[in-house]
């Protein structure tokens, strides 16, 4: 079965020091990995994605994700972290194999950034 | 404007009653999806629908039912058999033909029953 995990409920940071949020992923074929980030009460906004190509992918509010085949990984990671950045982070797999409309998540990590 | 609209925001509701979440898209996706979030976890799939008149049972798919009469629209009515319907429910959308399109979710609605 696709899944993905998160091993830390939270990550703690302070303003302006590098953030890492961490995921490892178990897929059948090739993985199609994603990230979302969650503020309180809201719905899940998109960050960024791997499909292919470069391990190192940018997304939006200065986020960006490193693939790794080996080690089955796809951390998210800022350089400079903002204290508006604490939030409910998510990983994400597409199941491309089985049923590629199926997504699945991570349990999810929580971000506290302190000034 | 794109995107998914879920209504009510809160919704409150007596013990026994069934109750429907509204989820509608403009963004022309086939696929539509509801979660579940409890306080402080992750998401579980309650059903999802690849086309219109099709739907599958997710991980989490008693008590709860769903239609898909529209390509728009996917409510889903949360019934008295569910145990413990107090949850943030999310309503998604994704492209079926494009592996690597992203979810859009909707910003959720917060059912408190008692």
């Known amino acids: 079965a696709q899944s993905v995990a998160q091993p830390e409920d939270q990550v703690n940071v302070a303003e302006g020091n590098p953030l890492t949020v961490k995921c490892t992923y178990s897929?059948?074929?090739?993985?199609?990995l994603f990230w979302y980030v969650q503020y309180p009460n809201r719905g899940l906004q998109f960050l960024l994605k791997y499909i292919t190509g470069d391990n190192l992918v940018k997304g939006s509010y200065g986020f960006e994700a490193e693939f790794n085949k080996s080690q089955t990984s796809f951390h998210l990671k800022k350089p400079s972290a903002l204290v508006s950045d604490s939030a409910l982070y998510f990983c994400?797999?597409?199941?491309?194999?089985?049923?590629?409309?199926?997504?699945?998540f991570g349990s999810g990590t929580k971000l506290n950034v302190k000034p | 404007d794109g995107g998914i609209t879920q209504s009510p925001k809160y919704l409150f509701r007596k013990e026994g009653q069934n109750v429907t979440l509204s989820c509608e898209q403009n963004l022309n996706h086939d696929a539509m999806y509801w979660y579940r979030q409890d306080p402080g976890q992750g998401l579980r799939l309650i059903y999802y629908s690849q086309i219109v008149n099709d739907f599958q049972k997710g991980d989490i798919a008693e008590g709860y039912s769903v239609s898909r009469e529209k390509k728009e629209s996917f409510p889903l009515t949360v019934t008295s058999a569910q145990k413990n319907p107090t949850a943030f429910y999310l309503c998604?959308?994704?492209?079926?033909?494009?592996?690597?399109?992203?979810?859009?979710f909707g910003p959720g609605t917060r059912l408190t029953v008692t």
């Open positions: 998604a959308s994704s492209k079926t033909g494009d592996y690597g399109d992203e979810q859009y």
């Open positions: 897929v059948s074929g090739n993985p199609y």
């Open positions: 994400a797999v597409r199941d491309i194999l089985y049923n590629f409309n199926k997504f699945y």
